[in-house]
């Protein structure tokens, strides 16, 4: 099983140790935080110096994302180095595709749809639990709702990504040149149907993405006066901040960095993964924003 740190800035270069043989640096989700050309060259010579393999991971883009992105793209193709690139925007995949076949994509883990809210960890295991609810159309009165459990037929579904179990979806990766997709590893765990020696997956450790979004709920987080109606301007408060969610109905704390939520899940289940085709664990030892 192959072993990658996952790192966001030059900073974290410190937590690689012998145990990793492959490098994934940059981010997922905001074009923001797309790593400078200098960082990037730093990361390059180190992973050089160590001999690591390399993934740059991008984010989602506007023009303006893709445009950075292409920078660096430049790059490598300058110095011939060949690499993977986890993409998770389809016109990154297309350009990478179109122009810089010294590089390998890989579909990242806003791409490949899974499950993965939480409250379907207390769904898979049947609890019902009976509880209040305050009833709108009556004011003063309340009714007892009972949760039926979700019917065990289900569980691959919620256990699935569309793009681990599906033909259809398999030839259109293949014809893309991706052999690899990128997942999260969900406490429900995974049940996926990939082809055997043509496609192989890495799973995400301890971290689980949630969700993402262009607005940020992060931005502006420092500002006296706060509204919710309007977009502020970024000052990358998610390289200061995270923010701890909690309420009754989740069983699981959810972290807020920047716009994008998760949740934490170290345990790892290498006999499951080995029969699903995973082939690669991804360690993230912070929050990847």
Same mark, same amino acid.
């Given at each position: 099983?192959?072993?990658?740190?996952?790192?966001?800035?030059?900073?974290?270069?410190?937590?690689?140790?012998?145990?990793?043989?492959?490098?994934?640096?940059?981010?997922?989700?905001?074009?923001?935080?797309?790593?400078?050309?200098?960082?990037?060259?730093?990361?390059?010579?180190?992973?050089?110096?160590?001999?690591?393999?390399?993934?740059?991971?991008?984010?989602?883009?506007?023009?303006?994302?893709?445009?950075?992105?292409?920078?660096?793209?430049?790059?490598?193709?300058?110095?011939?180095i060949t690499c993977e690139v986890i993409v998770n925007d389809w016109g990154v995949l297309s350009l990478v595709n179109s122009k810089y076949r010294?590089?390998?994509?890989? @579909?990242? /883990?806003?791409?490949?749809?899974? &499950?993965?809210?939480? =409250?379907? *960890?207390?769904? %898979?295991?049947?609890?019902?639990? #009976?509880?209040?609810?305050?009833?709108?159309?009556?004011?003063?009165?309340?009714?007892?709702?009972?949760?039926?459990?979700?019917?065990?037929?289900?569980?691959?579904?919620?256990?699935?990504?569309?793009?681990?179990?599906?033909?259809?979806?398999?030839?259109?990766?293949?014809?893309?040149?991706?052999?690899?997709?990128?997942?999260?590893?969900?406490?429900?765990?995974?049940?996926?149907?990939?082809?055997?020696?043509?496609?192989?997956?890495?799973?995400?450790?301890?971290?689980?993405?949630?969700?993402?979004?262009?607005?940020?709920?992060?931005?502006?987080?420092?500002?006296?006066?706060?509204? @919710?109606? /309007?977009?502020?301007?970024?000052? &990358?408060?998610?390289? =200061?901040? *995270?923010?701890? %969610?909690?309420?009754?109905?989740? #069983?699981?704390?959810?972290?807020?960095?920047?716009?994008?939520?998760?949740?934490?899940?170290?345990?790892?289940?290498?006999?499951?993964?080995?029969?699903?085709?995973?082939?690669?664990?991804?360690?993230?030892?912070?929050?990847?924003?």
């Amino acid at each position: 099983m192959e072993k990658a740190l996952f790192i966001t800035n030059i900073a974290q270069l410190t937590d690689a140790d012998d145990m990793y043989t492959r490098l994934y640096y940059g981010n997922e989700f905001c074009e923001r935080l797309i790593p400078s050309l200098r960082d990037l060259q730093t990361v390059i010579h180190y992973t050089k110096q160590s001999r690591l393999a390399f993934s740059l991971v991008s984010p989602c883009v506007t023009n303006s994302g893709l445009e950075e992105l292409q920078v660096l793209f430049e790059y490598l193709k300058s110095e011939d180095i060949t690499c993977e690139v986890i993409v998770n925007d389809w016109g990154v995949l297309s350009l990478v595709n179109s122009k810089y076949r010294n590089l390998i994509p890989v @579909l990242g /883990r806003l791409l490949t749809k899974q &499950k993965r809210g939480p =409250r379907i *960890i207390s769904l %898979l295991k049947r609890e019902v639990t #009976p509880r209040l609810m305050v009833d709108y159309i009556n004011p003063g009165k309340r009714t007892i709702l009972i949760q039926k459990p979700l019917p065990s037929g289900v569980d691959p579904y919620y256990k699935g990504s569309n793009t681990a179990s599906v033909p259809i979806i398999h030839d259109f990766l293949i014809s893309q040149r991706i052999s690899r997709i990128e997942l999260d590893n969900t406490e429900q765990g995974l049940s996926l149907a990939l082809p055997k020696d043509k496609i192989g997956a890495s799973v995400y450790v301890p971290y689980v993405y949630i969700s993402t979004t262009f607005y940020c709920l992060t931005a502006g987080c420092e500002e006296k006066e706060k509204s @919710l109606l /309007r977009i502020r301007a970024c000052a &990358k408060e998610c390289q =200061r901040y *995270i923010f701890k %969610l909690r309420h009754r109905t989740m #069983p699981k704390i959810i972290y807020l960095r920047g716009n994008t939520q998760f949740y934490k899940n170290a345990r790892l289940r290498l006999r499951e993964y080995k029969h699903s085709g995973v082939n690669r664990i991804v360690y993230q030892p912070h929050i990847p924003m």
